[in-house]
Structure formats: structure tokens, C-alpha cells
T-cell receptor, first 113, second 113 residues
Framework: DAGVTQSPTHLIKTRGQQVTLRCSPK?????VSWYQQALGQGPQFIFQ???????QRGNFPDRFSGHQFPNYSSELNVNALLLGDSALYLC????????????FGPGTRLTVT | GNSVTQMEGPVTLSEEAFLTINCTYT??????LFWYVQYPGEGLQLLLK?????DKGSNKGFEATYRKETTSFHLEKGSVQVSDSAVYFC????????????FGKGTRLSVIA
């Protein structure tokens, strides 16, 4: 049973560029949440996708956007990258809109120079 | 808003020592509480959880009790091992496991032989 997978593992981008991160949920899960973990900090919730729609959103600017595909996989897009966007981006999957434990992937390490 | 405060690290212990990592929370209603562990270079793994007052979560020798009167969820282990070296995060979700998680900043534990 494959767990949550994310790609790429590492990424280096330049300020002002755009980036796309990808996540495949655990088998049987239909909900994907994205978190940003800055160095030395706890993860912060970006947004959650369920039934291909953004259901909940944290305190992140519109430069952060996402998408969920019919197979439940998801993408996180960040436009106009800033140095402060350098972080570990974690994807978590779960089942249903409520009441299910979240399983985390290994993350994508984004470095903005 | 909801928040989690946990003791700052790093915490360094000798093998077989007793571990306590303090965690307190602020939340409206009746949140669910979690401890996650992050090993070097990996994503988050759920260590244990409790969904209502006085519940005790336990796993791999770790325990934590949901104390509503003190708004606390302290993590304990009677005898730590070198393999327990990791970063530990306390977290809450407002209603259930599938709502956005709010994390503390994490506590780094190093266990020396």
C-alpha cells in the first residue's frame, strides 16, 4: 500500500519564478492538504482540496494556488517566488471531508535564491 | 485563534532517561490533540492522538493525556532510546483529524548512548 508521495524531492528556484509541486495521496484517500514548514518551525496550513475544490485555506497570499485532479492527486503552485518561500512543503492526505486522520508525505524542499 | 505552545529545545537526554515534553494549547470548543514525530530528512508521522478530555494516547512507549482543565497534552516516555532522536510536534485540530492542523514549533530531542 503506497503512502503519500511527493515530487520533486528538492528544488532550487530564483526569485520571481514560478514553481509547481506534486502530491499523490495514500491509496483510498480523497482529500489533500498542503502545509509549509519553514526551517525550525512547525508546519503551517496552506489549503485543503476535496472533490477537486479548495475547501479551506490558511493565511497565505493568492500567489499560492492549487489544483486537485479526478484521481485525487494534487498540485501546489507558487507564483512570483520570494526568498521567504524557501521551506519544506508537506502534503497530507485523508479520507472524506471530516473525521479522518491525515497522513503526511516526505515533503519537497524548495530553496529560492 | 487556535494555537499550540510547546517547550523549546533542544532537549538532550541519556539513553534510558525519562522524557517529558510540555505542550499547552488555546482553542475554542473541543479540539483533537496530536503528537507528530519528524525524523531527519523525513515527513511527519503521527505518534499518538486524543480526541476528548481525559483520553490517553499511547504508542511505542510514548504517552500523553488530554487535560482540559490545564489545556495541556504533555508527551512522556519512561525510558528513551537513541532511536527516539527526532523533532516532536504537538498539534491540534478544531473538530476532527481532517480539519487543518495547528502545530507548535517543535522540540528537538537528542538521545545519547
Amino acid at each position: 500500500d503506497a503512502g503519500v508521495t511527493q515530487s520533486p524531492t528538492h528544488l532550487i528556484k530564483t526569485r520571481g519564478q514560478q514553481v509547481t509541486l506534486r502530491c499523490s495521496p495514500k491509496s483510498g484517500h480523497d482529500t489533500v492538504s498542503w502545509y509549509q514548514q519553514a526551517l525550525g518551525q512547525g508546519p503551517q496550513f496552506i489549503f485543503q482540496y476535496y472533490e477537486e475544490e479548495e475547501r479551506q485555506r490558511g493565511n497565505f497570499p493568492d500567489r499560492f494556488s492549487g489544483h486537485q485532479f479526478p484521481n485525487y492527486s494534487s498540485e501546489l503552485n507558487v507564483n512570483a517566488l520570494l526568498l521567504g518561500d524557501s521551506a519544506l512543503y508537506l502534503c497530507a492526505s485523508s479520507w472524506g471531508a471530516l473525521g479522518s486522520e491525515q497522513y503526511f508525505g516526505p515533503g519537497t524542499r524548495l530553496t529560492v535564491t | 485563534g487556535n494555537s499550540v505552545t510547546q517547550m523549546e529545545g533542544p532537549v538532550t537526554l541519556s539513553e534510558e532517561a525519562f522524557l517529558t515534553i510540555n505542550c499547552t494549547y488555546t482553542a475554542t470548543g473541543y479540539p483533537s490533540l496530536f503528537w507528530y514525530v519528524q525524523y531527519p530528512g523525513e515527513g511527519l508521522q503521527l505518534l499518538l492522538k486524543a480526541t476528548k478530555a481525559d483520553d490517553k494516547g499511547s504508542n511505542k512507549g510514548f504517552e500523553a493525556t488530554y487535560r482540559k482543565e490545564t489545556t495541556s497534552f504533555h508527551l512522556e516516555k519512561g525510558s528513551v532510546q537513541v532511536s527516539d532522536s527526532a523533532v516532536y510536534f504537538c498539534a491540534l485540530s478544531a473538530y476532527s483529524g481532517n480539519t487543518p492542523l495547528v502545530f507548535g514549533k517543535g522540540t528537538r530531542l537528542s538521545v545519547i548512548a
